[in-house]
């Protein structure tokens, strides 16, 4: 196995994470940028500031089963015979990933 495919594989296996970031205010007039805590799902709005295109596309990528996700207060189906109008969580793994296959690939 050449070394390169055996190193796509390691980094492949290793888990993808999104910081919850604070920007803080020395006192000499720096801003210092701070990692709070690890995000696991994050909103359409935000997958779309990460990848880097509409919201709309980002919808489509989920619909197309690209990236991941959920809505985790759902019901199955509202009296007025509509879906649900939860919001949609979307797996910060997957959309990092996501990302990092369409940046190889030349289409970011």
């Known amino acids: 196995m050449p070394a390169e495919s055996h190193a796509a594989r390691k980094r492949d ?6 910081w919850a970031t604070e920007v803080r205010q ?5 801003a210092e940028l701070v990692a709070r805590k690890p995000v696991r799902d994050l909103s ?3 997958a779309a500031e990460i990848i880097g295109c509409p ?3 980002v919808w489509r990528i989920f619909r197309a089963g690209l990236i ?9 189906v509202r009296k007025v015979g509509c879906g ?11 959309v990092l990933r996501y990302k990092e296959s369409r940046t190889q690939r030349g289409l970011f």
Do not use: H
């Not at 649900?84 to 793994?93: C, G, M, Q, T, V």
């Open 55 to 57: 919201r709309e596309v």
């Open 44 to 46: 359409v709005k935000k």
């Open 13 to 18: 296996e290793l888990p993808l994470f999104v």
């Open 68 to 76: 991941t996700g959920s809505k985790p207060g759902a019901i199955a």
């Open 26 to 30: 020395t006192g000499d007039g720096r």
């Open 84 to 94: 649900s109008n939860a919001a949609l969580r979307l797996d910060a793994e997957s």
